[in-house]
C-alpha cells in the first residue's frame, strides 16, 4: 500500500511536473483524446464537403433507383376498355397468351362478347353467360350462323373458359372470364395481341341462353 501511495504521488507528482513543462504521457494519453474531438470536428466536416462532390454524379445514385424499380415490370398491364349501348367491354392480355375480359351490361339476364365475327354472328368466338343467386355461369360458343350460336362442345370442340367470375348489382351484371389467345380448338378463332377486331357485346333479359338479345352492339378492339 505504501509503495503504492508513494508511486502514486511520485507519477503524480512527475505528472504535474511534465504537464507545467508542456505535458506527460498520462496528459498525452487524454490529449490526443481531446484533440481528437476538435480535430473530429473538423475532420468529418470536410468529408461533408466532399460529400457534395460525390453528390454530383447524382446520376450515379439514380442509376440505382431504376434497378429498384426494375421490380416493378411484373406490374400487371392495365384494363383496356370499349362501350357501346351501355354495355362495357374490358380486356387486357397476359404473358401474350391469354386474353382476360370483363362485360358489363345493363340486365340481369345473360350478357355476351362475340370476338371476330364474319357475319352478324358467324364465325364469331362467342362467350355468354350470366349471375344467378350470386353464381356466375359462362359458355364457350361460336356463331354458328348469322343468328345462331352454339356450345363449342356440342359440335366437337372445348369449353375454354376459365376464371369464371361475375356480380350482379343495380340492375347491372358483370361478367369476368379468360380465354386463350389460341386455344387450339377449332370452334375457336384464333386472337392475335396487338391486332384489331371487331367484337360483338350483347345482352338479354333473362338468364336463358336461347332467349334472342335485347340489345346488340359493335365494338372495334385491339387487344
Ligand atoms: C341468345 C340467343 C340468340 C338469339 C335467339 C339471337 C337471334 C338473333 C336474331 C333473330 C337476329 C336477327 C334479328 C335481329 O337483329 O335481332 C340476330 C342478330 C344478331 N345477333 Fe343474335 N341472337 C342470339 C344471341 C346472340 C349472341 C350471343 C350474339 C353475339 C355475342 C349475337 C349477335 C348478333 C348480331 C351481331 C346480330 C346482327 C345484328 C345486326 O345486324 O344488326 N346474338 N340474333
Given at each position: 500500500?505504501?509503495?503504492?501511495?508513494?508511486?502514486?504521488?511520485?507519477?503524480?507528482?512527475?505528472?504535474?511536473?511534465?504537464?507545467?513543462?508542456?505535458?506527460?504521457?498520462g496528459s498525452?494519453t487524454e490529449g490526443?483524446g481531446a484533440?481528437?474531438?476538435?480535430?473530429?470536428?473538423?475532420?468529418?466536416?470536410?468529408?461533408?464537403?466532399?460529400?457534395?462532390?460525390?453528390?454530383?454524379?447524382?446520376?450515379?445514385?439514380?442509376?440505382?433507383?431504376?434497378?429498384?424499380?426494375?421490380?416493378?415490370?411484373?406490374?400487371?398491364?392495365?384494363?383496356?376498355?370499349?362501350?357501346?349501348?351501355?354495355?362495357?367491354?374490358?380486356?387486357?392480355?397476359?404473358?401474350?397468351?391469354?386474353?382476360?375480359?370483363?362485360?358489363?351490361?345493363?340486365?340481369?339476364?345473360?350478357?355476351?362478347?362475340?370476338?371476330?365475327?364474319?357475319?352478324?354472328?358467324?364465325?364469331?368466338?362467342?362467350?355468354?353467360?350470366?349471375?344467378?343467386?350470386?353464381?356466375?355461369?359462362?359458355?364457350?360458343?361460336?356463331?354458328?350462323?348469322?343468328?345462331?350460336?352454339?356450345?363449342?362442345?356440342?359440335?366437337?370442340?372445348?369449353?375454354?373458359?376459365?376464371?369464371?367470375?361475375?356480380?350482379?348489382?343495380?340492375?347491372?351484371?358483370?361478367?369476368?372470364?379468360?380465354?386463350?389467345?389460341?386455344?387450339?380448338?377449332?370452334?375457336?378463332?384464333?386472337?392475335?395481341?396487338?391486332?384489331?377486331?371487331?367484337?360483338?357485346?350483347?345482352?338479354?333479359?333473362?338468364?336463358?341462353?336461347?332467349?334472342?338479345?335485347?340489345?346488340?352492339?359493335?365494338?372495334?378492339?385491339?387487344?
Amino acid at each position: 500500500m505504501t509503495k503504492q501511495t508513494v508511486h502514486a504521488i511520485t507519477c503524480a507528482a512527475l505528472a504535474a511536473a511534465l504537464a507545467a513543462a508542456g505535458g506527460c504521457a498520462g496528459s498525452r494519453t487524454e490529449g490526443p483524446g481531446a484533440a481528437d474531438p476538435g480535430k473530429a470536428v473538423e475532420t468529418p466536416v470536410p468529408p461533408a464537403a466532399a460529400e457534395p462532390g460525390p453528390v454530383e454524379p447524382a446520376g450515379a445514385q439514380e442509376e440505382p433507383q431504376p434497378a429498384a424499380a426494375a421490380p416493378a415490370p411484373p406490374a400487371e398491364a392495365p384494363w383496356k376498355e370499349a362501350a357501346a349501348k351501355g354495355m362495357t367491354l374490358s380486356w387486357k392480355v397476359e404473358e401474350g397468351k391469354l386474353l382476360r375480359v370483363k362485360v358489363k351490361a345493363p340486365t340481369t339476364g345473360w350478357v355476351a362478347v362475340g370476338f371476330d365475327p364474319e357475319k352478324g354472328m358467324k364465325g364469331a368466338n362467342i362467350v355468354i353467360g350470366y349471375v344467378k343467386d350470386g353464381v356466375a355461369v359462362a359458355e364457350d360458343h361460336f356463331g354458328s350462323g348469322a343468328v345462331a350460336h352454339k356450345a363449342d362442345t356440342k359440335a366437337g370442340g372445348t369449353d375454354d373458359v376459365t376464371g369464371v367470375g361475375g356480380s350482379e348489382a343495380d340492375g347491372a351484371t358483370e361478367l369476368s372470364f379468360s380465354i386463350p389467345l389460341d386455344s387450339g380448338d377449332a370452334r375457336d378463332k384464333p386472337l392475335v395481341e396487338g391486332s384489331q377486331y371487331k367484337v360483338i357485346l350483347a345482352h338479354g333479359a333473362k338468364d336463358k341462353l336461347s332467349l334472342r338479345h335485347s340489345s346488340v352492339a359493335i365494338v372495334q378492339v385491339t387487344l
